[in-house]
């Protein structure tokens, strides 16, 4: 299998409300109709998210159900944390949780979207604490480059 892409694809009953709030995060719809809503990034359009509205007749069962937003989590990693923060809060945004470091070399803060999906906004530190840096495998570092 060749994987060229992948992207969450969020089920909501809050369908209006998160395309209003991903567009005011940042994300721009490429397709965007009364059931389903794509939207990219503008400077990274690999950077993708899909809003559906459940139960829609052109979609098997199984893609059917609304989200309940516990236990799931969509990481947008950034330039500067920080600076990320300072933009949204400016916008409006509430915090579900503010900016912290992170001993695994990580600065991030969190939003909740209209559907209790959690938003993980981080940026990398450099900072690694010792017990944090074996879990960083070469291979991978690699893989990444």
Not at 72 to 96: P, Q
Not at 103 to 126: M, Y
Request: aromatic fraction near 12%; proline fraction near 6%; include cysteine.
């Amino acid at each position: 299998m060749k994987v060229t892409n992948s992207y969450p694809i969020i089920i909501t009953d809050k369908f209006t409300q998160s395309r209003a709030f991903y567009k005011k995060l940042g994300f721009t719809p490429v397709f965007d109709g009364d059931w389903y809503c794509q939207l990219v990034w503008s400077d990274f359009p690999s950077v993708q998210l899909g809003l559906m509205k459940p139960g829609h007749e052109t979609q098997p069962a199984i893609f059917h159900a609304a989200t309940l937003g516990e236990g799931s989590v969509m990481c947008l990693e950034v330039e500067d944390a920080g600076t990320a923060a300072r933009e949204l809060r400016d916008a409006g945004f509430e915090f579900a949780m503010d900016v912290r470091d992170e001993p695994w070399g990580q600065r991030h803060f969190a939003l909740l979207d209209p559907n209790g999906v959690r938003l993980d906004i981080a940026s990398q530190t450099g900072q690694i604490a010792p017990e944090y840096a074996h879990h960083f495998l070469d291979d991978a570092q690699a893989i990444l480059a």
